[in-house]
């Protein structure tokens, strides 16, 4: 898991090696990320995934042979606390779905400005959401519709941990987590890392998916 100081250690997946050199010229450029590898199908990237431990993989979804939705499957069968953002030309809802059902911890189209995909980045590695509010909207909308109560959650997570969790289904940043609660932001990431080691995920948005899937997070919690 990603140590905070450290640099962010990237594996970029495209089947294009032009987008990847840009990509990776963007990033080589930042002196708190480091692209340890690249991949360009879905075979390479679990194999990447193995050999090179990297913080955040930047996951493209079409791709010859194994595609982007599978190999990030496979990827978080092995490595549960692996973080996968999805950088991809495709909005349709099926793939958002799909990519997220999977495991992905942020989705982020390729037209996105620098700005947006750094930004992006830092957050998966930092345990933060990924996805654009109106995104974020339809993917509780879509989960929520098929909500079980699989167990009662503080058989889980501690009422303070549950009650992060619901907060961060909201989209709230840590620092905005840490305002609401009135504990520190080092606070906040403990719980978080708590959560997340609970529900053996590597993200807030699959903790917060999974919340949402056994009842314990509604829409009314994010409003």
Request: no cysteine; hydrophobic share 40%; proline share 4%.
């Amino acid at each position: 898991m990603y140590q905070e100081g450290q640099p962010i250690r990237l594996l970029l997946v495209d089947d294009h090696p032009v987008v990847r050199k840009g990509t990776r010229d963007l990033l080589d450029s930042e002196p708190d990320f480091q692209v340890v590898g690249e991949a360009s199908n879905g075979e390479e990237a679990i194999a990447g995934a193995r050999d090179l431990s990297p913080d955040v993989i930047l996951m493209d979804v079409s791709m010859p042979g194994m595609n982007g939705i599978e190999a990030t499957r496979r990827i978080k069968a092995n490595r549960p606390q692996q973080n996968i953002l999805v950088l991809t030309s495709y909005d349709d809802d099926a793939y958002v779905f799909a990519l997220l059902e999977a495991g992905a911890a942020g989705y982020l189209l390729k037209n996105a400005s620098e700005d947006e995909l750094l930004g992006a980045v830092r957050a998966v590695a930092a345990g933060e959401s990924a996805l654009h509010p109106s995104v974020a909207r339809k993917v509780l909308e879509r989960f929520s519709a098929g909500a079980t109560s699989t167990a009662a959650p503080l058989d889980t997570l501690s009422p303070r941990e549950l009650e992060v969790l619901r907060i961060a289904a909201t989209g709230r940043t840590n620092k905005e987590i840490a305002r609401d609660l009135d504990i520190s932001p080092r606070t906040v990431q403990v719980h978080l890392a708590n959560i997340f080691s609970k529900m053996d995920v590597g993200s807030r948005t699959e903790a917060v998916l999974i919340g949402i899937k056994r009842g314990w997070v509604n829409l009314a919690d994010t409003e």
